[in-house]
């Protein structure tokens, strides 16, 4: 079956099946067909030119042994990479069945994006990072998000009784991704929104602000408190402060729940070049390649320098960064070129290297949705990419 090529075989894909190979590799460029979603960004009407094509590098890979990149990229499931550098395109590859005007679905780098959006929020005086969540959204008293600061739901640092278990089928996992209308209800299943689960989440008898624990569910709670603080949805408040504004091309998407709910946590799907674009907004500070200030520059500041490090020794990821830190949705590597990230399962990836001043977009059909291995692998070769321009 050759599912990028043949419309038919479109009824093979479902709600159940999407997030498995091979159906991914369309499917990822396709959500919005499976899931209900919301228009942050059309086509601007203009279209990015083609880039230089990426060189075929020489990777050194962790513990020994040499791989040339486009190898590597066909062993890590890669569907696009591109690279910039001033905004400007110095190298890209695509798969052959990748469309790279497509809008591509982050998953987790969907968190930075809300991450900044947060700041966008703060710095129009709607939000303070310091106020309880329920200061913008109504949290029951037992609820693990009634006692937390929109500063925990950022850092992820809320005490939450929840396990992140990408292959749950039937437990609490697979109930969170019904409500978001990612799995099919079954017969011994009753819809519910997102917000409704949210809310209904508890503690693990901990406090909040102490450890980092990594937990998809915080970043979704903040994506409802921006839109209770904005007064708009969070795909137009994107669109029209951040993606517009930044020179976004392509046409960008986020999912949403049966009340029309965002998921941001990992819902937002745009393409591989608009979301080079958007870590190069990022790497600038915050200032677009127009000169227009879009995230203010102290919220970017504080998000490279402000992490917690007792936190994130103390957290669940450790492992992935041993030097690092995680403050307002992004990974800080705190390596000798101050990188900083965003990570998506499946493989998604945005890099920054201020020092090299590159920043590298990777968009995967990884079947695998988490794998330790391949992430240490993968921030091996970006760093790698990123020092080779």
Known sequence: ?????????????????????????????????????AVIGG???????AGPALPDFMLHYPGGGRVGLFDHLARSHGDSMVVMREGAVVGEWHAAHADPALPHVIFSVSKSLTGMLAGVAVGDGVLDPQAPVAAYVDTPGGSAYAGARVRDLLDMTVDL????????DGGAFDRYRRAMLWNPEREDTHPETMEAF?????????RHGERFYYASPNTDMLGLVIERASGLRLHHYLGERI???MGAKDAAIVTVDRQGTARAAGGICVSPRDLALFGQ??????????????IPADWIADMREAGDRKAWEQGNFFETFPEGTYRSCWYQARDDHGSFCGIGIHGQYVWADPLTG????KTSSRPQPSEDAAVQLEISVLRQIAGMF
């Open 1 to 37: 079956m050759n599912i990028e090529a043949h419309w038919q075989d479109r009824r093979e894909v479902t709600l159940g099946n999407w997030r498995t190979a091979p159906y991914s590799r369309w499917s990822f460029q396709h959500v919005g067909e499976i899931v209900p979603s």
């Open 43 to 49: 086509p601007s009407g203009g279209a990015y030119a």
């Open 161 to 168: 009784d929840f396990d992140e278990e990408y292959l749950d």
């Open 198 to 206: 949210l809310a209904g989440l508890g503690t693990r008898a901990g």
């Open 243 to 245: 993606w517009k504004p």
């Open 281 to 294: 907004l990022v790497l600038d500070g915050g200032r677009s390649r127009g000169g227009e200030q879009l």
């Open 358 to 361: 590159i920043v590298v977009a």
